[in-house]
């Protein structure tokens, strides 16, 4: 049957297309055909002058290399870590308790806003940080730089690792580690021929995610990198609000796009094809077995213990500041800085939840249907609405605003400063997660599931509602939490997009910062993280009660 | 339930939030839409004064003054706003090449000084803010030194690596202070960019904003910096251990504009704004919400305590004219040969 004699048989199949195909040319293509022309078109013709003029200035070719040696090096950096954890949560045998403090850590940079723990490193760092020289006594230091950056990033980014790791651990059947140890190889043997290679698809994927990520985050190297090791996506952002070069600032972030798609698409069509286990949803307990010696066993939980600390003592840092008059100078108790976030800061937070508050749903539902529509119905256009689908969200943050900016602030489509374009930014570029998570759920699923529910009799509809339905709900909601987390916590793209009638707590907490208001910033940053703790909370409950298999794996997604 | 109708329900769904979302979009039009470059905890309570003064709302966003002039532009053909709040007038003079102010005069522009009002009316001054030296008073205990007095004292090994001030791409406070060293060099660039290149070794860090580094300073992570007096004197009521000096060579001001934005939506609310902005009725209220600057207006009295700080200071003012037209080729040489050498 052809795609054409589906759609003509199924009536709602073709509007449910249509209106996606309408919501995708108008909020994924038109911006980014709009950038490329502000880019490549001057005065009416084609000209890569504005793109030349980039590539050729030396600082911003530094700029661009940069970026990439900080990627790779919190790929690596971060997978290293996330590992760390991973192994230690799926092979050491950890009572409950400690597995919860574990997730727990983890889950704290991965529900702030991208830079809180900027602002403890520079607290904590430099000639009179609390570290270096209260703590060590060093004189000198320097806080600004790469490996200030890179350690505030790997410390935000690696629990995106962990995520995508743990579940890979714990899924490789650990009768194949009890069989090889039966046969007399040593742990050391078994982990490294046998544990490690069956990882290496997932750290390949954990690897491109956090390389990705390094790649879309200015706010990090705006606030730590210094004069000495300027970045691509911070120089786009000065170049368009300091030296007010739209075009300029349009042609820098265009060369992000080159990493950023080979990153996406060897993440996409390589490493997830050699995915050598699949997440059967049969329970995966713990090994029945000791994988590593008690000794090892002592190192790796000293390790995470160790980053864990860290983490904490961050946040502990961020919610003293909320609590004192101003740190630094002024230690006496206040609730001071709350009192102004709930006065003067009350419109931006209804602004950031109504703002989140509609783009959560509106995002699960877009997830699961344009997943459900690719998977399940064939449909003339299905694979390029499919990769379209993912543009916004593999291209880095800085790149998606600066194209809404361009695009939607003129006639014919004007709608620039208003809260929708907020929400379609967070609902095209975050709600992706959803569909990659339906999609993985709905091709896991064996047809002969939904025939068998048919041969017993079930209309197509019974079928849908009883087999289907539950089986995607977890992509569904996933793909809420995602968008929710994101809605709260990112700045890269909507920096660019808060107005006078909108405004986000992200870009608030950014401008406070740099307005020396630390005591607010502080109060923002917590809040945020307790909003969002909170949600996730829900929504893992709400997992728990529908209790669907993938459930599990999906959670991990949240990461992603 | 058949899987097509719950599509078909899906997608209605889809659409009715976002013309529910589209629904919030609106905005009133009693009131009068502003970005303000002036930092929020100022800004709010001069419009709340304002609101209270004439019963109309501002409207107000905060964006550093790069941000705000981009914006502008950006919206150019179809403003969002009617008035640009604070700010260093050498922004205001960037905007006018853009084409971005309608000329008006406020009852009060007769009355003002040459150097705090544009010609044609296209911005007005509201404030005068000098720039500073401000070191960290336990740094100067620690090396034994006192606060810098002049420029070359800032060029001491002794500061090496420790120095923050703001960055010239972004921050009207780097271009100012660019253009007091200029002025201090009697215009002679070569000599300006000399001292500039000589200084680079102590900088820490050149900072988006120009109050960045204050909290640095403050800290003691900077032992000192370049800033404006109103972001200084904010600092040390904070109760940070910092002190504030002048050179013996002279230091630039910077007059804070306010413009009417071309093609403004709410024009004669935004005149509204700009005749009290620019008159004694809100200038009368800084030495009430504690804002350091020094009134553009001749009948407001400087506050005693900025007044004492100023005493016997040697400050000049940068020639809007020369400033705006060498204000590009400037910049630029600075991220050549002083940020990126």
Redesign the interface.
């Known amino acids: 049957m052809t795609g054409h004699a589906v759609l003509r048989r199924?009536?709602?199949?073709a509007?449910?297309v249509v209106?996606?195909w309408l919501l995708l040319a108008l909020f994924v293509v038109y911006p980014f055909a709009t950038l490329l022309a502000r880019v490549l078109v001057d005065r009416g013709s084609f000209s890569v002058e504005g793109l030349a003029t980039v590539l050729t200035d030396r600082?911003q070719v530094r700029a661009f290399w940069n970026s990439l040696l900080l990627g790779v090096l919190v790929g690596v950096g971060g997978t290293i870590v996330g590992f760390l954890f991973a192994f230690t949560a799926a092979r050491c045998r950890l009572p409950r308790w400690l597995l919860t403090v574990i997730d727990a850590a983890v889950l704290l940079p991965l529900v702030s806003p991208p830079f809180t723990t900027a602002i403890a490193m520079?607290?904590s760092f430099?000639?009179?940080?609390l570290i270096t020289y209260e703590l060590l006594g060093l004189k000198?230091a320097?806080?600004?730089g790469l490996a200030s950056t890179l350690a505030s990033e790997v410390m935000t980014y690696f629990p995106i690792a962990y995520l995508t790791l743990r579940p890979l651990l714990a899924a490789i059947d650990s009768n194949v580690e009890g069989m090889a140890l039966s046969l007399g190889a040593s742990r050391w043997r078994v982990f490294r021929t046998v544990t490690l290679p069956l990882c290496v698809p997932g750290l390949a994927n954990a690897f491109l995610l956090l390389f990705a990520a390094s790649l879309a985050d200015f706010a990090t190297p705006?606030i730590l990198a210094?004069?000495q090791f300027p970045v691509l996506p911070t120089q786009a952002y000065?170049q368009?609000?300091?030296?007010?070069d739209?075009r300029g600032g349009a042609a820098l972030s265009l060369v992000l796009l080159v990493p950023a798609l080979a990153v996406f698409l060897l993440q996409r069509y390589w490493v997830s094809r050699r995915y050598y286990v699949t997440v059967t949803g049969k329970g995966a307990g713990q090994a029945p077995f000791d994988s590593v010696s008690p000794a090892i066993r002592a190192a790796l939980l000293a390790a995470c213990a160790f980053v864990a600390l860290a983490i904490l003592y961050f946040y502990v840092l961020l919610l003293y500041a909320s609590l004192v008059?101003?740190?630094?100078?002024?230690h006496a108790f206040t609730l001071q800085h709350y009192r102004v976030i709930f006065t003067?800061g009350l419109k931006v937070i209804g602004d950031t939840l109504?703002i989140a508050g509609?783009a959560m749903?509106?995002g699960g539902?877009?997830g699961i249907?344009l997943g459900?529509?690719v998977t399940k119905k064939s449909f003339p256009g299905r694979r390029t609405m499919e990769v379209v689908s993912m543009v916004n969200y593999a291209l880095p943050g800085t790149i998606v605003g600066i194209a809404y900016?361009?695009a939607f602030?003129?006639?014919p489509i004007?709608l620039?400063?208003?809260?929708?374009l907020i929400?379609a930014c967070y609902v095209f570029r975050y709600g992706p997660t959803g569909i990659r998570a339906t999609i993985a759920l709905l091709q896991q699923i064996d047809k002969s599931l939904e025939e068998a529910s048919q041969g017993l009799g079930a209309g197509?509809?019974t079928t849908?509602?009883r087999i289907?339905l539950p089986l995607i709900l977890p992509a569904f909601f996933a793909g809420l939490g995602v968008v929710f987390i994101r809605s709260m916590t990112a700045i890269s793209a909507t920096i660019f997009l808060?107005?006078?009638?909108?405004?986000l707590i992200t870009v608030k907490i950014l401008?406070n910062m740099?307005?020396?208001?630390?005591g607010p910033a502080a109060a923002f940053s917590v809040l945020v993280v307790v909003i969002v703790f909170v949600v996730i909370a829900i929504i893992g409950r709400l997992l728990r009660v529908f209790r669907a298999p993938g459930a599990a794996q999906v959670t991990s997604m949240l990461g992603g | 339930m058949n899987p097509h109708r719950w599509l078909f329900r899906a997608a209605r769904a889809a659409v009715a939030f976002a013309l529910g979302a589209a629904a919030f979009a609106a905005h009133a039009a009693d009131t009068v839409n502003v970005y303000s470059i002036w930092p929020e905890n100022w800004a709010r309570p001069m419009f709340e004064e304002f609101e209270k003064a004439t019963g109309i709302k501002v409207n107000f966003v905060r964006f550093s003054s790069g941000e705000a002039l981009a914006r502008v532009t950006a919206e150019k053909n179809n403003p969002r706003i009617d008035v640009l709040f604070g700010g260093p007038v050498e922004t205001f003079a960037a905007g006018i090449n853009e084409g971005l102010f309608e000329p008006y005069k406020s009852p009060s522009f007769a009355r003002l000084p040459a150097r705090f009002r544009h010609a044609d009316g296209l911005w007005t001054a509201i404030a005068d803010d000098p720039l500073v030296f401000m070191t960290n008073e336990k740094f100067l205990k620690e090396h034994n030194l006192q606060a810098p007095a002049s420029w070359d004292d800032l060029l001491a090994p002794v500061y090496r690596n420790m120095l923050q001030m703001a960055d010239a791409r972004t921050s009207g406070t780097a271009v100012t202070r660019i253009f007091s060293v200029l002025e201090v060099n009697g215009r002679d660039e070569n000599k300006a960019f000399d001292y500039m290149r000589k200084l680079r070794p102590n900088i820490q860090l050149y900072t988006k904003s120009g109050g960045g580094g204050t909290l640095p300073v403050g800290l003691g992570q900077a032992a000192g910096g370049i800033f404006f007096i109103v972001d200084a004197l904010d600092t040390k009521a904070k109760g940070y251990p910092v002190i504030i000096s002048f050179p013996k060579e002279g230091i630039g001001t910077a007059a804070e504009g306010i413009a009417l934005i071309k093609g403004a939506k709410n024009p004669d609310v935004g005149r509204k704004l700009i005749d009290w902005a620019t008159s004694p009725a809100m200038q009368n209220h800084y030495a009430k919400y504690r804002i350091n600057f020094v009134p553009a207006h001749p009948d407001v009295a400087l506050e005693p305590s900025l007044a004492a700080v100023l005493k016997g200071t040697n400050i000049f003012a940068i020639d809007a004219a020369y400033a705006g037209a060498n204000r590009k080729r400037v910049v630029d040489r600075w991220i050549a040969e002083v940020l990126n050498p």
């Open positions: 199924d009536p709602a199949v509007v449910a209106v996606l600082h520079i607290f430099g000639p009179r940080g000198g320097t806080v600004y705006l210094g004069n000065l368009i609000t300091g030296l007010f739209l008059v101003a740190l630094g100078a002024n003067e109504i509609i749903p509106l539902l877009y249907l459900y529509l900016l361009i602030n003129d006639p004007e620039a400063g208003t809260a929708l929400i197509t509809g849908f509602r289907t808060v107005s006078l009638s909108w405004s401008e740099t307005e020396l208001s630390l």
